[in-house]
């Protein structure tokens, strides 16, 4: 199985910062993967697909890159909207979908 | 649009079968594929298995002995049987589903969960 480890585990930041979230996978995922914000007690939100394409909808303060092994999610702007889980997901193998165990992003 | 919706019992007894149902609207059922992720207390998400109309499955190899997933088209609606429950079973249960057309497997739409507790 492909592993996917995400770093920070946690993250504290204020409105207006720029942060960026890591995404490591155990072997090359081409560029299958994506990320999904989490709210407490609501489902995961698509946000980016394909490592770099931004989901319709989603503030443009999102955007993600990388490739192979190494994917990183980063946020230009803090928001107060933007407190939440975020968690990254390798699709690149059908038989098994495998995702990191989340980074919450709280204010500092 | 597309939604899901998630039912079932919030408790299963140890040893027993959880059994949850996920009521699609807004989409035709030949248009996605219907999967079933979770969400263990505190944890991360696990995906536990997917299903196409025409019968075509996936599971999580960790999972595969204990779970069925199906379809029933007449209802719009797509379950998940998991047998032999224990306390790790305990999590929110989430339907959630990716178009045949574009990337498989990325999780576009999703139901709002539902809590399952394995306890006597």
């Known amino acids: 199985d492909i592993q996917m480890t995400q770093s920070p585990s946690t993250l504290s930041a204020s409105v207006g910062d720029r942060v960026t979230i890591t995404c490591r996978a155990s072997q090359s995922i081409s560029g299958s993967l994506a990320w999904y914000q989490q709210k407490p007690g609501k489902a995961p939100k698509l946000l980016i697909y394909?490592?770099?394409n931004l989901q319709t909808g989603v503030p443009s303060r999102f955007s993600g890159s990388g490739s192979e092994t190494e994917f990183t999610l980063t946020i230009s702007s803090l928001q107060p909207d933007d407190f939440a889980t975020y968690h990254c997901q390798q699709y690149h193998t059908y038989s098994m979908y495998t995702f990191g165990q989340g980074t919450k992003l709280d204010i500092k | 649009q597309v939604q899901l919706q998630e039912s079932g019992p919030g408790l299963v007894k140890p040893s027993e079968t959880l059994f949850l149902t996920c009521t699609v609207s807004g989409a035709s059922i030949s248009d996605y594929f219907w999967s079933w992720i979770r969400q263990a207390p505190g944890k991360g998400l696990e995906w536990i298995g997917y299903?196409?109309?025409?019968?075509?499955?996936n599971y999580n190899p960790s999972l595969r002995s204990r779970i069925t997933i199906s379809i029933d088209t007449s209802k719009h609606q797509f379950s998940l049987r998991l047998n032999s429950v224990t306390a790790a079973d305990t999590a929110v249960y989430f339907c959630?589903?990716?178009?045949?057309?574009?990337?498989?497997?990325?999780?576009?739409?999703w139901g709002q969960g539902t809590m399952v507790t394995v306890s006597s």
């Open positions: 299903m196409y109309y025409t019968g075509v499955t």
């Open positions: 394909k490592a770099s």
């Open positions: 959630a589903s990716f178009p045949l057309q574009g990337d498989r497997g990325v999780f576009h739409i």
